[in-house]
């Protein structure tokens, strides 16, 4: 009897320990599990709800309630100008569409820089700043740069021509044009590059129509980040490129012979004349 109460004995102090162990492990494993959770709640960004095209849209295009989505955007991240709610992105009601500026992709926040007020009207028109004018550039001039250039980059033209006295000259005439306007590469990413528009203001656009009928206007672009501006016009001609100088001629010397005077004596064939001191 004794053998079977120690045996059961046993058999109960192995069967308290197992239990022990099996919490202890259980334990174990939601510590493991709970500090795994915090490490991963440490790492999610906060997000927010941003209004985003749902098909790519270029320039000029009409942006309505069925070209938008929602997307999650990191809110630490946000850009500035991002449209949150159907009002701010509508504020006149969804079927006063606003028109796009910029291109923009799927899944790209939607800014207020990229699109026109609500309402505004559709074409060119619509992608100038106040008291700016439309300026198309010939294909010709923008060709070397043909899908290289992008909306919002700037250029520098320069003019070559004949000045009043004959002389040919390269001068830079106009910094830093922004442009409002230009075909788009296809899915494929061919074209692009042609249909360049530039707004200038109503002074430049009038210097630069003068300077087409004149002579040959060619376009650089310019760094996003170089504001310098030339403190003197930047010119040159044929001559200072090759460094040919001008030949000095020195004038002829003047000898200015010294002055003499004379007075006549006597009558007739008989007079004489005398050189005397001039007066």
Do not use: H
């Not at 494993?29 to 997000?47: C, G, P």
């Not at 309505?64 to 992105?89: H, M």
């Not at 206007?217 to 930047?234: C, Q």
């Not at 005077?261 to 007066?279: D, L, P, R, T």
Request: aromatic residues 6%.
């Amino acid at each position: 009897m004794r053998a079977v109460f120690g045996l059961v004995l046993l058999v109960g102090m192995g069967l308290a320990g197992f239990a022990v162990y099996m919490v202890n492990q259980y334990m174990d494993d939601q510590a493991a599990l709970l500090e795994r959770e915090r490490q991963r709640a440490a790492n999610v960004v906060a997000t927010i709800d941003v209004y985003s095209p749902s098909r790519n849209v270029t320039y000029g295009e009409r942006l309505t309630i069925d070209d938008v989505q929602v997307i999650k955007y990191a809110r630490d991240y946000l850009p500035e100008g991002v449209f949150q709610t159907e009002e701010e992105l509508f504020p006149e009601g969804i079927n006063t569409p606003r028109v796009v500026r910029i291109p923009m992709r799927v899944n790209e926040p939607i800014l207020e820089a990229k699109v026109t007020r609500a309402g505004a009207p559709q074409g060119v028109t619509a992608l100038l700043d106040d008291g700016m004018r439309a300026f198309p550039l010939p294909d010709r001039m923008t060709q070397a740069f043909a899908g290289e250039l992008r909306i919002e980059d700037f250029i520098d033209l320069y003019w070559v021509g004949r000045v009043r006295n004959g002389r040919e000259i390269s001068r830079l005439v106009k910094s830093r044009l922004e442009i409002i306007a230009i075909e788009e590469p296809d899915a494929d990413g061919n074209g692009g590059g042609r249909g360049v528009v530039i707004q200038v203001s109503p002074e430049d656009f009038a210097d630069l129509r003068v300077l087409e009928a004149g002579g040959t206007l060619s376009l650089t672009p310019v760094g996003r980040a170089d504001l310098s501006v030339a403190d003197e016009p930047i010119e040159t001609d044929l001559t200072t490129v090759l460094g040919i100088k001008d030949e000095v001629v020195a004038a002829p010397e003047v000898v200015v012979e010294e002055e003499r005077c004379f007075v006549s004596q006597g009558f007739g064939v008989n007079a004489i004349q005398i050189e005397i001191e001039c007066q």
